[in-house]
């Protein structure tokens, strides 16, 4: 069983790094401070007890004035194996954001660790400031299958470094996540030996069951440390699910994609694997539900519920003040309109127009719109507006969003990230909400100017980490 160490305060640590510090600078006056990858390894501000281990092996690596061998095994895939590395992330020290860590007493009774961990006898911590340690998360729930959020390290996943590339290429779990705190992070820990393209790591979920021709959704999101011709590929019991290149978007930035699959008469169960070609980048908020669970008053992935529309307009309402237009929820397996459209499970809002709008039977060239219900907010926080658009032609008319009726974004069919015609494309907008507003409402609305179909999807809103641009 594993045991946590017991740390009364952050100050008792603080004193242990302090002493490892001042010692380093003895043993090597060029040793600096790297905050890298092997230094978020080493000092993973979520678990406290692995803090306190980090910064006991510090002070063991700097007392002994000479190389360290007991390195903390969750930092040896980013760090290595040398004290090098080991002794610049020492430098730095835990600066994680709570000033207090929590105190720790004793337990010998079995507790239900986070769904990420096993049980086991373990202490049990009661915060000490008003401040506490951030908690150890797991996806979010209704229907949700996978631990993909990463902030319980990267367990139950497995990370697999391909033999050729042992020592070359590794992986962490690190600050900032796409919506919390951790994401898993791959990089290359020296020179990649690989003449073409070649696959460094694959990263694989545990096996969860599914239901044979339900419907589901998978989601993940994907940041690059810089411009490469590398890639991240996504499976589902080996079936192709989306390529991401370090091409497709501005690196730095992190992307939000969505994936259907659907199981065949034979599947009861599926595991889903990420494959790093050539690239570094970051992993996080990986799902996976059936499309039935967007349903009601509580989403998998974020605040907005019937995003889907697998249930018609649910909290939604419409409005449609062209008596000229027709729109509502539509399932469109029932038009060849939407053939390799990919469109994700069956039903879309939809608004057609038969011909050019008259302009005084609009409200400002709107034909119809749909109107969220009421989500509450935080002041200062930034929230992801994802969304897909169909346009049949590019004369019909564009999309605009807007919250608390505030236009922040349009979306036209000529724009390059829509793309062909005829194909639901992805919207990915960064909202950053005001001071003093607790509750937001998404307007959606057909801006029609010609003969044709608009039609929108999977819409979701989804609160971020701070560091997301």
């Known amino acids: 069983m594993r045991i946590l160490s017991v740390v009364t305060s952050m100050a008792n640590l603080k004193t242990i790094v302090a002493f490892a510090v001042v010692s380093l600078a003895g043993i090597s006056a060029a040793a600096r401070c790297a905050a890298d990858n092997c230094y978020r390894a080493l000092f993973p501000c979520p678990s406290p007890s692995a ?36 002794i610049s992330a020492c430098q730095c020290g835990p600066t994680c954001s709570y000033s207090t860590l929590a105190t720790a007493t004793s337990s010998s009774s079995t507790t239900n660790a986070p769904a990420c961990e096993p049980p086991s006898t373990s202490t049990t911590f009661t915060s000490t400031t008003s401040t506490a340690p951030p908690a150890c998360e797991s996806t979010p729930v209704n229907g949700n299958l996978l631990y993909g959020d990463f902030e319980c390290d990267f367990t139950p996943w497995n990370p697999l470094v391909f033999a050729p590339f042992t020592g070359v290429y590794g992986y962490s779990v690190t600050t900032p996540g796409f919506t919390k705190v951790n994401s898993f992070q791959t990089e290359f820990l020296g020179t990649p030996n690989c003449p073409t393209t070649c696959t460094y790591l694959r990263l694989t979920s545990p096996v969860f069951p599914v239901t044979p021709g339900v419907k589901y959704k998978y989601t993940f999101a994907t940041w690059f440390d810089g411009i ?45 694997f990420f494959e790093w070609l050539n690239v570094e980048s970051r992993l996080d908020s ?9 349903c009601g008053n509580k989403s998998p992935v974020g605040l907005l519920p019937d995003g889907e529309f697998e249930c018609g307009l649910g909290a939604w309402t419409q409005q449609k003040p062209d008596p000229q237009a027709t729109a509502g929820v539509v399932n469109l397996g029932s038009d060849s309109l939407y053939t390799n459209s990919f469109p994700m499970g069956d ?72 793309g062909t015609p005829a194909v639901f494309s992805p919207n990915h907008i960064i909202w950053t909400n005001m001071a003093g507003l607790t509750s937001a409402s998404v307007k959606i609305e057909a801006l029609v100017f010609g003969a044709g179909t608009i039609a929108i999807d999977s819409v979701m809103f989804v609160e971020l980490n701070d560091g997301v641009v």
């Not at 990986?286 to 967007?294: D, G, I, K, M, Q």
């Open 347 to 418: 039903y879309a809002w939809r608004v057609v127009s038969p011909g050019v709008p008259n302009p005084a039977n609009q409200e400002l060239h709107v034909s119809a719109r749909i109107i969220s219900g009421s989500m509450a907010v935080t002041p200062g926080k930034k929230y992801l507006v994802y969304f897909t658009s169909f346009f049949s032609n590019r004369t019909v008319g564009s999309v605009g969003v807007m919250i608390n009726n505030s236009p922040i974004y349009t979306r036209n069919p000529n724009d390059a990230a829509q």
């Open 51 to 86: 803090v306190s281990v980090a910064s006991a092996f510090c002070a063991t690596i700097t007392a002994s004035g000479t190389t360290a061998t007991n390195y903390p095994t969750r930092a040896t895939n980013a760090c290595g194996t040398t004290a090098d590395r080991y």
């Open 286 to 294: 990986v799902t996976f539900a059936p499309l039935s669970a967007y």
């Open 228 to 272: 490469s011709r590398g890639f991240v590929g996504t499976k589902i019991n080996d079936r192709a699910g989306r390529t991401v290149s370090a091409l497709d978007y501005p690196v730095t930035n992190w992307r939000f994609h969505q994936v259907p699959f659907q199981a065949n008469a034979t599947e009861n169960k599926a595991s889903v």
